[in-house]
């Protein structure tokens, strides 16, 4: 039997139980396993890890344990660039573009209002979900473990909170997002990016009274709805920019 010691720093001891935080937990196996195993198995998820060292060395997800080890495992570093020394470091994506599991949808919603690329598959098979997004490198975020763990699974994130509108603040921060936010520029049903409509090509496709008082549209090539400045308006605008001072201020 040989154990090894792991220690977790920074938000990943929010998988851990409250007394196995900030302390290195006894790890104990009879056959040598994968980093990624003992990790998973104190309940870890891979994607959340940007750094892993082995006795002060860096070292990959497959890295074999021995007895004696000792390991320390870190999530994503906001000051700090370990892109040349972290074989687990994943460059971030220029523009994120997300993928939430079937429990998200109002979040998805959210995401959308404020101009990201957020797709939602409310139907999905975890296996479908984790496949998208390693093949769409897409960001999956998800609030099941079990989903975020699959090997296949690539980028990810574990959504902390459950109300929806601290989600999407709780997903602005961890990925940076506060100060990029492109509101209305994309359908909330569908998630296509929106296009300008002229004033004659939308006039046919809306209420007569909307094509009177408005000459601003735009409209979605996935699902062909118009949109324009109704009286719902206001109350979208009003929530993008409780989102975006949310997501400005200190958590």
Known sequence: ??????????????FLPPLCRQVASSYAFSVPGSVKDALESLGVPHPEIDLILVNGEPAGFERLLAPGDRVAAYPRF????VSGISPVHLAPLAEPRFLLDGHLGRLTRHLRLVGCDAAHQPQAEDAALAARAAAEDRILLTRDLDLLKR???????????????????????????????????????????????????????????VAARHTDFRHCPGCGRVYWAGSHHSRLAALVERLRLAACSPG
Do not use: S, W
């Not at 039997?1 to 929010?14: S, V």
């Not at 906001?78 to 660039?81: A, E, K, P, Q, S």
């Open 151 to 209: 090997a296949v699974v690539r980028r990810g994130y574990r959504v902390r909170a459950t109300d929806p509108f601290a989600q999407a603040v709780e997903v602005l921060r961890r990925f940076d997002l506060a100060e990029r936010l492109a509101p209305f520029t994309r359908c909330l049903p569908c998630g296509e990016k929106l296009g300008r409509l002229p004033a004659t090509a939308a006039t046919p496709r809306v209420p007569p009274a």
């Open 78 to 81: 906001r000051t700090l660039d």
């Open 1 to 14: 039997m040989g154990i090894a010691h792991i220690r977790c720093y920074g938000e990943l001891n929010d």
